[in-house]
C-alpha cells in the first residue's frame, strides 16, 4: 500500500513537498516513480527513483525544479517541488515496481490514492 501526502495550494513560485509512505513491503530494491494528472490532461511521468541505490530521473516536467530522494528508514519517498507553476496543478501519484524502473506507467503495480496540488 501507497499513501501520499504533502499537497495543498500554493502561489507561482511556491514550493511544496510530497511524501509516499509505502506499507506491506520494504523500499530497498525496486523503483519508484511520481506521475501527475493535471485538470483535462492525461497522466505523465514526473520523476522516478532507484529505491535501492537512490538514484534519481526526471522528466521534461521537472527537470531543475523538482527532487526525489527516499528515507529507507520511514519506507518514505519525497517529492521536492519548488517554483511551482500554475501549470504544475495536477493529482499528484505515486507507484511503485518491484523491479527496474521504466518508463511505462503502465508496469507500475501499486499506485498511491493521490494527493492534489493546486499553484494559483
Known amino acids: 500500500q501507497l499513501v501520499e501526502s504533502g499537497g495543498g495550494s500554493v502561489q507561482p513560485g511556491g514550493s511544496l513537498t510530497l511524501s509516499c509512505v509505502a506499507s506491506?513491503?520494504?523500499?530497498?530494491?525496486?523503483?519508484m516513480g511520481w506521475f501527475r494528472q493535471g485538470p483535462g490532461k492525461d497522466r505523465e511521468r514526473v520523476a522516478t527513483?532507484?529505491?535501492?541505490?537512490?538514484?534519481?530521473y526526471y522528466y521534461d516536467s521537472a527537470k531543475g525544479r523538482f527532487t526525489t530522494s527516499r528515507d529507507l528508514a520511514k519506507n518514505t519517498v519525497y517529492l521536492q517541488m519548488s517554483d511551482l507553476e500554475p501549470e504544475d496543478t495536477a493529482m499528484f501519484y505515486c507507484?511503485?515496481?518491484?523491479?527496474?524502473?521504466?518508463?511505462?506507467?503502465?508496469?507500475?503495480?501499486?499506485w498511491g490514492q493521490g494527493t492534489q496540488v493546486t499553484v494559483s
Open positions: 507507484a511503485a515496481r518491484t523491479f527496474g524502473c521504466s518508463t511505462s506507467e503502465s508496469l507500475y503495480t501499486y
Open positions: 506491506g513491503y520494504t523500499l530497498n530494491r525496486g523503483c
Open positions: 527513483i532507484q529505491t535501492g541505490d537512490g538514484s534519481p
